[in-house]
Nanobody, 119 residues
Framework: QVQLVESGGGLVQAGGSLRLSCAIS????????MGWYRQAPGKQRELVAA???????NYADSVKGRFTISRDNAKNTIYLQMNSLKPEDTAVYYC?????????????WGQGTQVTVSS
């Protein structure tokens, strides 16, 4: 099993910054992909940013140039640096880890952390 614990959410004014952290514990071998997703009220969960085990990253168009995903393998932690925040970034942010073993994917999720951006 893999356990993910997010932290760093909160309330910030538009234009401000926050950094989210996701600490990984448990059976973390063979994690190929880690990402941040978010879900706003009444909307579907969407991918915000992701990083592969090889270090490749991808971002939702809405956050490109403002958010940065990074990972610290020594600390088994990934981060999401969020700058120039907008009210539309308000959502619960979830950390995700994906293992792919023999072609079979398994997804693990954190409990979520609330990010609220006031205008």
């Amino acid at each position: 099993q893999v356990q993910l614990v997010e932290s760093g959410g909160g309330l910030v004014q538009a234009g401000g910054s926050l950094r989210l952290s996701c600490a990984i514990s448990g059976s973390s071998f063979s994690i190929n992909y880690m990402g941040w997703y978010r879900q706003a009220p009444g909307k579907q969960r969407e991918l915000v940013a992701a990083v592969t085990s090889g270090g490749s990253t991808n971002y939702a168009d809405s956050v490109k140039g403002r958010f940065t995903i990074s990972r610290d393998n020594a600390k088994n932690t990934i981060y999401l640096q969020m700058n120039s925040l907008k009210p539309e970034d308000t959502a619960v942010y979830y950390c995700n880890a994906r293992k792919i073993i023999y072609g079979v994917s398994s997804d693990y999720w954190g409990q979520g952390t609330q990010v609220t951006v006031s205008s």
